[in-house]
């Protein structure tokens, strides 16, 4: 079972975090590593290769159409063909007040979140569903569901319409043998979060509040979930919304944990 032997996978912010973890070589996978961050790319390719899978690093902004256009020749001549899709990367911009927000920020946030991430979805499942199946796996938020407060209006705004991007798709393509699925991560420990913590330590305090498990996530978290979404052995799955967070979204927001044991 969960055996990926022969498929190959696309998987979006593959120089760290989430988009690493993905990686599904471990499983069998040969892969294409797309990241703005070529040389963590590139490492992360290396890690692969050490396992004796395939693995492509490429350099693409998954907000930039035409880029995107240019990694599908470069899967198409390498590989041709795609099982899976890990769309995880989409930088959003600052956080601030709503009624600060200039609209420009609000645009960022949908070209980097939804718009690069549809694309990604289009040129995949047109692949997909010209070779009899495959599997997609948006990477959305807590924050597609729930609203965060703290400034994150935008990046909740694009987070909502991954999440009904999924539904559609699935709608749409699961028939023709691509299942779509998102993952709803809450806080995941990565660069950009450390610094947060390290500036702010009351930051990790407030979220572990509302954590059940007791701890912030980390990236492999997301990878027996991966392997399981991108294999056959999840061939009636389509279209779910799966939390990845510790229970925070089963928690009331007056609730409370009682004492913990082992995390």
Not at 18 to 46: H, K, P
Request: charged residues 20%; proline residues 4%; glycine residues 14%.
């Amino acid at each position: 079972m969960f055996d990926l032997t022969g498929k190959v996978a696309v998987v979006t912010g593959a120089a760290q975090g989430l988009g690493q973890a993905m990686a599904l070589a471990e499983a069998g996978a040969d892969l294409i590593l797309v990241d703005l961050n070529e040389q963590g790319a590139r490492a992360t390719a290396d890690s692969i290769h050490a396992l004796g899978r395939h693995a492509l690093p490429v350099r693409c902004s998954v907000g930039d159409l035409g880029q995107i256009d240019a990694l599908s020749h470069q899967l198409d001549d390498e590989f041709g063909k795609i099982d899976f899709l890990g769309n995880v990367a989409g930088k959003n911009v600052a956080l601030g007040p709503p009624e600060e927000t200039p609209i420009e920020n609000l645009q960022t946030d949908l070209q980097n979140l939804v718009v690069g991430r549809f694309y990604m979805c289009q040129q995949a499942g047109r692949r997909m569903m010209e070779a009899g199946g495959g599997s997609i796996v948006n990477i959305g938020s807590l924050a597609s569901v729930t609203a965060l407060g703290r400034g994150h209006v935008t990046y909740s705004m694009a987070m909502g319409a991954v999440v009904q991007m999924t539904r559609e798709l699935s709608t749409e393509w699961s028939g023709r043998g691509v299942r779509v699925n998102a993952i709803l991560p809450a806080e995941v420990m990565n660069p950009g979060l450390e610094q947060r913590i390290a500036a702010d330590p009351q930051l990790e305090v407030k979220f572990l509040s509302g954590i059940p498990r007791g701890r912030i996530g980390r990236p492999d978290d997301i990878k027996g979930l991966s392997v399981l979404l991108a294999s056959d052995d999840s061939s009636w799955i389509t279209d779910a919304l799966i939390p990845m967070d510790g229970g925070n979204l089963a928690m009331n927001g007056g609730g409370s944990v009682g004492p913990r044991g082992n995390q």
